[in-house]
């Protein structure tokens, strides 16, 4: 299945408005267990709410983690990188709206191709490896564009059931995933062979994630994919299954797992 026909969709449904942008990234990141470890380890790497700090958002899709981040550290100067057009026109236009432009940017850019040297303390890179087959040298370009001790944040599929695949005979979910997931080890002896240290990689989406995942995207997804009438409909399901969404995601960010079908990664440059 592809998704990125969906997010178009969503994505003209909500871009029409500042006020519509900002309801749809609270429902993002109220829904996306992703968001929920995202916050959680950023927070913890950067606690001070007034670091002035320079953030990278490498893949920032809609923009709703450097919207996030711009209203947590506003002294932050963010650069969101995206190889869509479309996207970084929208969301320059939604920075301007908001009048956080003057230190926070959207830019195009191919991340296989990406020359900052030295310039980042974060670069935060979400749902975006599997979309990518030179990995090594996307984290080699990371690894170039932090400062010395900077930190990389990734959130991606393992491979434990990442991108819904359980077996050799499945396939991934979404249609743009050229890999299913990330092992441990892979991700990390990659990490460490493009400059990297102190990698630290740990599972998400247990069980608890896992039925959320399934409830708050997968059946949704699938819903969207066969009719535009579940647009309709969309409200009114998500009335129904955002309270067991939300007791699942505590739940699944408030203990470790031994095994998930997501990874969250963090490494720091030597």
């Known amino acids: 299945m592809h998704y990125d026909p969906i997010k178009e969709r969503l994505g003209k449904v909500f871009n029409k408005k500042p006020a519509l942008r900002r309801i749809f990234y609270i429902l993002l990141d109220i829904l996306l267990l992703r968001s929920w470890h995202v916050h959680k380890a950023i927070r913890h790497l950067f606690p001070d709410v007034k670091s002035n700090i320079r953030i990278l958002d490498a893949g920032m ?15 932050a100067d963010i650069t969101a990188a995206d190889i869509k057009s479309e996207q970084v ?13 003057g230190r926070v940017k959207a830019i195009e850019a191919d991340l296989t191709t990406f020359t900052a040297r030295n ?20 984290f080699g370009n990371f690894n170039a564009a932090l400062t ?17 695949v ?12 050229v890999r299913d997931g990330y092992s441990i080890d892979d991700i990390t002896l990659k990490l460490e062979n493009n400059g990297f240290s102190d990698v630290k990689a740990s599972y998400t989406y247990g069980l608890p994630g896992s039925i959320a995942w399934k409830l708050s995207m997968k059946i949704p997804v699938i819903m969207l994919s ?25 739940v699944d960010t408030s203990f470790r797992h031994s ?12």
């Not at 095994?259 to 030597?270: D, Q």
């Open 166 to 177: 359980h077996g050799a005979d499945d396939t991934s979910f979404i249609g743009e995933h």
């Open 89 to 101: 026109s929208d969301c320059n236009r939604f920075f301007s709206q908001c009048h956080i432009s």
């Open 259 to 270: 095994k998930g079908t997501g990874l969250l990664v963090i490494a720091t440059k030597k």
């Open 61 to 75: 899709g809609f923009g709703q983690y450097t919207w996030w981040m711009s209203k947590r550290y506003r002294r």
């Open 226 to 250: 066969h009719s535009r009438f579940f647009f309709a409909l969309l409200p009114f399901y998500y009335i129904i299954v955002m309270p067991f969404c939300l007791i699942l995601n505590l």
């Open 148 to 164: 010395g001790g900077g930190k990389l944040v990734i959130s991606t599929p393992s491979d434990k059931g990442g991108s819904d």
């Open 119 to 138: 310039e980042y303390n974060l670069i935060l890179c979400v749902d975006v490896m599997e979309h990518i087959t030179e990995d090594t040298t996307v």
